[in-house]
């Protein structure tokens, strides 16, 4: 029997996985009229095309609901329906549309001008209507973001060029399997989300001649895809055991040998991860919003943002929760976000919540009617400078008072920033107005290192201790107030002596993370220096 061929690669994500394989045919470039987001930019006139499909969708919808509803639940479905078919709502976000406005916003836009007609109303039942009018407006919402990818067999090892974070999301890894990418990054967002999901990947594995359903093998401890000759598959090795027994105390709380007492949080991606999270051991130091919102169409939607912050802040108990908004741009993009006019390629995180204001006052609202049921901090992405912050704020405040007018309970959540720009960790007793400070080290190293996305674990260790020393000044320019740490090398024990030499206290990791960090914490002195005897 041929012995299996062992392919080189880079490992992205430990552990070791077995399975069939499957191929992720390469996307091809559809014609204009073939995308499914084809028209969604103002000037054309399929944008009109794509709002008419939708709101046809969303009539069929609602009259497959109206078969034997009763007589009450009918009446309410019919006046959906009459909204829908009525042609001035398509006219006036035609009308939003011409004026260089994205086909979704046009509609959220639209229908919410519509609900605080509704809500101002003297009548009762007029006023009651507001939620029949946000109930379309979201069904329409959801016809404009299109089918879900298709997903691939469980236990199934993915092999491909790339892989979108939306598919992995999508994706159920309890059953197992593994990734295997012709190119891909070992610090991109997919790794990330491996690293964290604890899914076995390599990347810049080259062209693989394998088909669908053979049996393959992730090493993502070495760094190689096995071949496996005959269909056979090899064992592979136990996997690796979690240490036994969780050293974090009930109130999330540990100390080091010198009795310091250091916080350690977890971070969430993928909503998924939320019903795993125990409000006895951890809050949640980082939730990454944009992985939860993938279109425009979900950006738009208020009402499925707010269901997914409740969640967490419910299932959080009396943890804290900090959720960041959504740091979209550059090598994070967001479905449709491609078709809206005068948009800089180069803008990312709140450059680009500023610059399109719809996208930040949507998920603004959602967040402070999310701060009623928790411990809730907000987190701005990629600040650069204080001038950010407070055009932010400005933003909540106002959003805030179009709540309060509408009687919607809502709370005003402190606001923190990312630390993951040099020029903002260099001058941060200059952001008087951020309420906290978390420091993100894989943009930070990146930066520091003037290192390609793809470098950055090639880089990590050389210029570790020049993100250190940055971080060691940036915590004495933060002047007492809370400072954390939620990037990769908060998760790696080799760094841990050097971030409590620097100050930290407080570190947020990956769930399959915090054992390991728990663990070296208490064998180590709040000053960096291993404890006696160890």
């Not at 130091?285 to 169409?297: D, H, I, K, P």
Request: glycine letters at 8%.
């Amino acid at each position: 029997m041929a012995e299996p061929l062992r392919l080189k690669a880079k490992s992205a994500s430990p552990g070791i996985a077995s399975g069939p394989a499957f191929l992720a045919e390469e996307p091809k470039a559809p014609s204009a009229a073939e995308r499914p987001d084809a028209g969604l930019a103002p000037q054309t006139a399929g944008g009109f095309g794509a709002l008419e499909k939708a709101i046809d969708i969303s009539i069929g919808e609602l009259e497959r609901l109206a078969e034997g509803a009763d007589a009450e639940s009918r009446d309410i479905i019919d006046f959906q329906i009459e909204v829908l078919r009525d042609p001035t709502i398509a006219e006036a976000t035609g009308a939003r549309m011409e004026k260089d406005q994205n086909v979704v916003f046009a509609w959220v836009a639209t229908l919410d001008a519509y609900v605080s007609e509704l809500e101002a109303a003297d009548e009762e039942q007029m006023r009651a209507r507001a939620v029949d009018i946000l109930d379309i407006k979201n069904r329409v919402l959801g016809a404009l973001a299109g089918t879900p990818m298709t997903d691939f067999p469980s236990g199934s090892i993915f092999i491909g060029k790339d892989m979108e974070p939306s598919r992995f999301l999508a994706h159920d890894w309890s059953k197992g399997g593994g990734i295997a990418l012709f190119a891909g990054s070992t610090a991109g967002h997919v790794a990330m989300l491996a690293r964290a999901k604890s899914v076995p990947m390599v990347v810049a594995t080259g062209r693989l001649s394998v088909a669908d359903g053979d049996p393959v093998s992730v090493d993502g401890d070495a760094g190689a895809v096995i071949l496996q000759a005959g269909g056979m598959l090899t064992p592979p090795p136990a996997p690796t055991q979690v240490p036994a027994g969780d050293t974090q105390s009930v109130s999330g709380e540990l100390r080091t040998a010198d009795s310091v007492p250091i916080l350690i949080s977890i971070n969430i991606n993928d909503p998924a991860e939320i019903d795993a999270l125990d409000p006895a051991t951890a809050g949640v130091g980082l939730m990454r919003s944009e992985f939860s919102v993938t279109s425009l169409a979900d950006a738009a939607n208020e009402e499925r943002q707010l269901a997914i912050y409740r969640r967490v802040l419910q299932q959080a108990g009396e943890k804290p929760v900090i959720i960041r908004m959504l740091d979209i741009g550059g090598d994070k993009p967001l479905t449709g976000l491609e078709d809206m006019p005068a948009l800089d390629p180069g803008l990312r995180g709140i450059r680009l919540l500023l610059a399109r204001p719809e996208i930040a006052r949507v998920q603004a609202r959602a967040l402070l009617r999310a701060a009623v049921y928790g411990r809730l901090s907000v987190m701005l992405p990629m600040v650069t400078f204080p001038d950010e912050i407070d055009r932010m704020r400005e933003i909540f405040r106002e959003e805030a008072e179009r709540l309060g007018r509408r009687s919607l309970p809502h709370r005003m959540p402190p606001i923190g920033m990312m630390v993951e720009v040099p020029s903002a960790a260099l001058m941060l007793d200059t952001f008087g107005s951020a309420a906290f400070f978390s420091f993100g080290t894989n943009d930070l190293t990146q930066y520091l290192a003037a290192s390609t996305r793809d470098d950055i674990n090639a880089d990590a260790g050389k210029a570790a201790p020049a993100v250190l020393r940055l971080i060691a000044q940036a915590v004495k320019l933060a002047a007492g107030k809370p400072v954390s740490i939620c990037g990769d090398m908060a998760g790696d024990p080799r760094y841990l002596s050097g971030l409590l030499a620097a100050g930290l206290r407080h570190f947020s990791v990956a769930p399959a993370r915090r054992p390991a960090i728990s663990s070296a914490i208490i064998g180590l002195n709040a000053d960096g220096t291993k404890a006696a005897g160890e």
